[in-house]
């Protein structure tokens, strides 16, 4: 841990920093010194056994690309068991499109890389995501926690080599249900000093996280760069946003040259019809 500045007054509270930020999630769960609070989360999350847990490693997030043109993936915290399980966590605050395409994207590469020149089928390990978000992700349903495998619609599992842990926040209930995981949830999802307070009282580990919280909340130089990873953030979803818009103008000039009515080129593009009105007298004129 860096130390605090000591140029700040101690005596000053400073709000607690989000755990819901990749950025101080990575820093809690994902640095070395911390994996007895990242294996005590894992233990809360996954029916694996704590033997898996007796030594861990913390591994480089960014998926392999096996062509030139193949994506990168990037997972906030990536483990090793001492089995070679493989389980990767990732947490999204806001809703992201095309979210379960990702992840079964992310977890086939976890899956393929595995074969290395010469390896045999039998040398797959199991590949484990587990998903946080901050919005309802699984549709209709109440429970915080979900775990999906490859089974029949009966129940009858094929295997076991792929499993998808999805943990919603927006749905931990308010009172405790006295389980390992809603304490950790509750962790995550917090901005209260006294829940914390409390929650730390559950476990050796969870005192810890809450400590190493609280010192990240008091150095300047880790709200510094976090507000600056979130400014780097949100200058990517405005240049995101403006090719998007670019291209829905593209498309709704094809579709006028197309003599299509105005109010149906609307539709198709999302445009407004005064937007598309003002791009056709924009090429009139």
């Given at each position: 841990?860096?130390?605090?500045?000591?140029?700040?007054?101690?005596?000053?509270?400073?709000?607690?920093?989000?755990?819901?930020?990749?950025?101080?999630?990575?820093l809690i769960f994902g640095d070395e010194r911390n994996a007895d609070i990242l294996t005590s989360f894992l233990l809360?999350?996954?029916?694996?056994?704590?033997?898996?847990f007796k030594q861990i490693t913390?591994?480089?997030?960014?998926t392999k690309k096996e062509a030139e043109n193949?994506?990168?993936?990037?997972?906030?915290?990536?483990?090793?068991?001492?089995?070679?399980?493989?389980?990767?966590?990732?947490?999204q605050v806001l809703p992201v499109p095309e979210m379960i395409e990702r992840?079964?994207?992310?977890?086939?590469?976890?899956?393929t890389e595995q074969m290395a020149t010469g390896r045999n089928w039998s040398d797959i390990k199991k590949a484990v995501a587990i998903i946080i978000t901050d919005y309802d992700f699984i549709v209709g349903e109440e429970k915080y926690h979900h775990q999906f495998r490859y089974r029949t619609i009966d129940g009858v599992e094929y295997t076991d080599l792929t499993e998808i842990n999805t943990l919603e926040l927006s749905k931990l209930p308010h009172n405790t249900d006295n389980s390992d995981l809603w304490h950790w949830m509750k962790f995550i999802k917090t901005d209260s000093e006294e829940v914390l307070n409390m929650l730390a009282?559950?476990?050796?580990?969870?005192?810890?996280?809450v400590g190493i919280l609280k010192e990240l909340s008091s150095d300047e130089q880790t709200r510094m760069l976090l507000e600056g990873e979130e400014n780097r953030r949100r200058d990517m979803v405005s240049r995101m946003g403006?090719?998007?818009?670019?291209?829905?103008?593209?498309?709704?000039?094809?579709?006028?040259?197309?003599?299509?009515?105005?109010?149906?080129?609307?539709?198709i593009t999302d445009l407004t019809l005064k937007e598309i009105e003002d791009l056709r007298n924009s090429i009139i004129g």
């Amino acid at each position: 841990m860096k130390a605090i500045d000591k140029n700040i007054d101690k005596n000053t509270k400073r709000p607690l920093l989000p755990v819901t930020s990749d950025f101080i999630f990575k820093l809690i769960f994902g640095d070395e010194r911390n994996a007895d609070i990242l294996t005590s989360f894992l233990l809360a999350v996954l029916d694996i056994p704590s033997e898996e847990f007796k030594q861990i490693t913390i591994v480089d997030p960014h998926t392999k690309k096996e062509a030139e043109n193949d994506k990168y993936g990037v997972l906030d915290v990536r483990v090793n068991t001492v089995s070679g399980k493989v389980i990767h966590i990732e947490i999204q605050v806001l809703p992201v499109p095309e979210m379960i395409e990702r992840t079964i994207f992310y977890q086939s590469k976890m899956i393929t890389e595995q074969m290395a020149t010469g390896r045999n089928w039998s040398d797959i390990k199991k590949a484990v995501a587990i998903i946080i978000t901050d919005y309802d992700f699984i549709v209709g349903e109440e429970k915080y926690h979900h775990q999906f495998r490859y089974r029949t619609i009966d129940g009858v599992e094929y295997t076991d080599l792929t499993e998808i842990n999805t943990l919603e926040l927006s749905k931990l209930p308010h009172n405790t249900d006295n389980s390992d995981l809603w304490h950790w949830m509750k962790f995550i999802k917090t901005d209260s000093e006294e829940v914390l307070n409390m929650l730390a009282q559950t476990s050796p580990q969870m005192d810890k996280a809450v400590g190493i919280l609280k010192e990240l909340s008091s150095d300047e130089q880790t709200r510094m760069l976090l507000e600056g990873e979130e400014n780097r953030r949100r200058d990517m979803v405005s240049r995101m946003g403006g090719a998007i818009q670019g291209t829905k103008v593209e498309i709704a000039k094809r579709l006028m040259v197309a003599n299509m009515p105005l109010n149906q080129i609307a539709e198709i593009t999302d445009l407004t019809l005064k937007e598309i009105e003002d791009l056709r007298n924009s090429i009139i004129g």
